[in-house]
């Protein structure tokens, strides 16, 4: 399953830098693109404000 990031997103670009695939997206708060995510978790393990977990 995807990860997916939450309304506590403060878009400060730390996932961005860190995804293997690409699969975050700029935006008010970013996006995982599902269809891309390898459900790695590093982005997860980056994120200051804990916005990101896995999807349901």
């Known amino acids: 399953m995807a990860y997916v990031i939450s309304d506590d997103c403060i878009a400060c670009g730390s996932?961005?830098?860190e995804c293997p695939v690409g699969a975050i997206s700029e935006g008010?708060?970013?996006v995982?693109?599902?269809d891309e995510?390898?459900?790695c978790g590093t982005c997860a393990g980056i994120c200051p404000s804990e916005?990101?977990?896995e999807g349901n």
Request: aromatic residues 6%; hydrophobic residues 35%; negative net charge.
């Open 15 to 17: 996932c961005i830098d």
């Open 28 to 30: 008010d708060i970013y």
């Open 32 to 34: 995982i693109n599902p």
């Open 37 to 39: 995510c390898t459900d």
């Open 51 to 53: 916005a990101i977990h």
